[in-house]
């Protein structure tokens, strides 16, 4: 893999939709020419809505709106907003329209799992927070918790570069011809700050493990420190033996994974790994004050990413993801400072000990829940690659 490391950049972390959704609404708001949005969810609640507003509002204003939205994640959005946002001008595609229950066929799993915005080719979101209020269980009273990034600056172009050309694949493969994108010079902003950073996407043809290999290069440079918060961590054999190198050579690895599991199977898969990574001396943080949600890592203070890919197979191999990767140390220690307060306030550790001392048939389950998540894999095609 070579990362396209790009500098002069001007980066804004943006933590739970509190922060993301006004961001995004007000670059919207100052659309003049253009905006792409991507996502997987788009609900139809009070943070849809506002959102499904604005792009009317700026579809009024003759700004060209191009939204794409998952099939099976945006299956509401298909049901409920699809056509009155085209009736106001919205132009919108969906990628992989669902037409009955996701199946184990392998292209049925291959889903459009990024959370990409670019507005006028100045300002881009990227991240893991999908258009849906934070607010998604009525008992909790803090926010799902996940990050995006808002980035001015030269990474402008490969990202505007990246949502032309989903575009066009998913117009093409929807024989919409009509949808096509009118040929235009690449978007080359100047620089704005003094941040260095990258972009990568993970696709099933030529970017298939610029993701994972990223994070392994990272995980391998690591000396001191790794903080690495995953909603639904689930790693292949690489990735494990990359953490375990790294504990050996004495770096302090703090994993923030689920407490509250939306996935009850796949957090129990995760669950099934405990014991190895508590024995080589990770450190394994629940997060219980509300969804984990967050797909970020950083790395002894100066190496950080944000993105929308999970570490587990469904990412990692499956689905179409974006992430921007960080070499700046301010930006990490933000990052940081994030997630260390985030485990203050909602976390909860494991110890070996406790877990040992764990009822043995949650243990097993765990085992189970993991020997079906290999199997569904197995089944889609990719069980060599895991």
Not at 50 to 57: H, P, Q, W, Y
């Amino acid at each position: 893999m070579s990362t396209a490391w790009l500098r002069g950049n001007a980066l804004t972390l943006l933590e739970n939709g509190t922060e993301f959704f006004p961001a995004l609404l007000a670059a919207i708001d100052a659309a003049r020419h253009e905006v792409f949005l991507e996502t997987y969810i788009f609900a139809n609640d009070d943070i849809g809505q506002s959102i499904a507003a604005a792009l009317v509002r700026a579809a009024g204003r003759d700004v060209t709106v191009r939204l794409l939205v998952d099939g099976f994640g945006g299956r509401e959005f298909v049901a409920e907003l699809l056509t009155p946002l085209t009736e106001a001008g919205v132009t919108v595609l969906i990628y992989r329209r669902e037409v009955g229950t996701l199946s184990l066929r392998r292209r049925r799993l291959r889903r459009l799992h990024r959370k990409l915005a670019v507005i006028d080719g100045r300002v881009a979101f990227v991240g893991g927070i999908n258009i849906i209020s934070d607010y998604e269980a009525p008992s909790l009273d803090a926010p799902r918790h996940d990050y995006a990034v808002r980035v001015e600056g030269p990474l402008l172009g490969p990202i505007h570069a990246g949502v032309r050309h989903v575009w066009e694949l998913v117009a093409w493969a929807s024989f919409r011809q009509r949808l096509r994108l009118p040929a235009s010079p690449p978007v080359t902003p100047e620089p704005c700050g003094d941040v260095e950073a990258a972009f990568l996407v993970r696709d099933n043809i030529r970017h298939r493990r610029d993701i994972e290999d990223a994070y392994l290069l990272g995980i391998a440079g690591a000396r001191r420190e790794i903080i690495l918060a995953n909603a639904y961590f689930l790693p292949g054999r690489r990735f494990r033996h990359a953490l375990l190198d790294a504990s050996r050579r004495g770096v302090m690895i703090t994993l923030l994974v689920q407490g509250l599991a939306d996935h009850p199977l796949q957090h129990r898969a995760t669950r099934a790994l405990y014991g190895q990574l508590l024995a080589a001396g990770l450190r394994i943080v629940e997060y219980h004050r509300s969804y984990l949600h967050a797909k970020v890592a950083v790395i002894d203070g100066r190496w950080a990413t944000v993105g929308s890919s999970n570490i587990d197979p469904f990412s990692l191999l499956l689905a179409r993801e974006a992430n921007v990767v960080v070499r700046d140390a301010g930006f990490a220690e933000r990052l940081r400072a994030c997630l260390i307060r985030a485990i203050h306030e909602g976390g909860q550790e494991i110890s070996a000990a406790s877990w040992q001392r764990g009822p043995r048939l949650q243990r097993l389950l765990n085992w189970a829940a993991y020997g079906l998540v290999r199997l569904m894999i197995g089944l889609a095609g990719y069980g060599n690659h895991h």
